[in-house]
């Protein structure tokens, strides 16, 4: 599958590091901020935006990994993996609550959102025992060193700018080839894990190509507004069977409103076919 976007703009002073570090400034900026607001509590919402940053930050990681020495990358990278865990399980409350408000049968929802209430105070009081830990502070402090100082490996930074903003236009262009890749050696019923690691791809490709449209580099909305839309339609996918495995777990839960909550979040995972045709046209 081959697709069209605009030339990127010529700019001699292009500097790879230059474009890691203001793509990666804007996100751990964010993070950085959510963090505080969560520790103020200030927004429930905070827990989803700090996800968010933790994820697209991740996305670059691996985007740009080629651009960068690998020892500092895969610290920080493991760093954030222990602070998106931290914040996994309150997320993954909250999504679940989100689905459950939805139900029509008052004796299913309120068997479920009682549990769930119940275990997210239990979290949030973990959660703010967890910000009061130094190894948070020194994380976050080894995040904003990285993003304003890339640890660039030595032969990217004594390129010139045409051929730096080449590679760099490359390695996004390449995040979509990976992308189609992918779901063109999808079966016509894919199960949840190919659908998962879809996911991954999906982000990692729409994060790629908003950032090369936030720095001016290159400007493709088709593709960043199709892979927005699958991105979400995988997302339902992942939270259903997150929700799904929680159901079943609760071996205390009466037997009936546990089959009625299975069978209304029956799993639904969309055909290739349902992929392919999205209600966004797939750039050519």
């Known amino acids: 599958m081959t697709f069209n976007q605009e030339t990127p703009r010529e700019n001699v002073d292009f500097s790879p590091s230059d474009f890691i570090s203001t793509t990666m400034t804007r996100h751990a900026t964010k993070l950085i901020s959510h963090i505080n607001d969560l520790r103020e509590i200030k927004s429930s919402e905070s827990t989803h935006a700090c996800r ?56 299913v929802k309120q068997g ?37 100082h890339p640890p660039l490996r030595r032969k990217f930074a004594k390129l010139n700018g045409k051929k730096s903003k080449a590679k760099v236009t490359a390695a996004i262009s390449h995040t979509w080839v990976l992308l189609f890749d992918q779901l063109e050696s999808l079966p016509k019923r894919p199960n949840a894990k190919q659908l998962h690691r879809l996911r991954i791809a999906t982000k ?48 205390d839960l009466d037997p009936l409103v546990k089959t009625q909550a299975l069978i209304y979040f ?19």
């Open 52 to 107: 968010v940053a933790i994820r697209t930050i991740n996305a670059h990681l691996n985007t740009f990994a080629p651009f960068l020495r690998r020892k500092p990358t895969t610290a920080l990278s493991q760093q954030l993996a222990w602070l998106n865990k931290k914040l996994g399980d309150i997320r993954g409350l909250d999504v679940m609550i989100a689905l459950i408000t939805d139900i029509e049968n008052e004796q």
């Open 112 to 148: 479920l959102i009682t549990r769930l209430h119940s275990q997210r105070l239990s979290q949030e009081l973990k959660l703010k025992k967890f910000f009061e830990v130094p190894e948070l502070d020194l994380l976050l402090k080894d995040l904003a060193n990285f993003a304003l």
């Open 204 to 251: 990692e490709c729409r994060y790629a190509y908003e950032a090369a449209s936030e720095t001016n580099l290159l400007q493709s909305p088709h593709i960043q507004a199709w892979t927005k839309q699958l991105q979400k339609q995988l997302g339902r996918v992942q939270d259903i069977k997150i929700l799904r495995t929680w159901i079943k777990k609760q071996t």
């Open 266 to 284: 029956a799993p639904n995972l969309p055909t290739k076919k349902q992929l392919l045709g999205g209600t966004v046209q797939i750039p050519k």
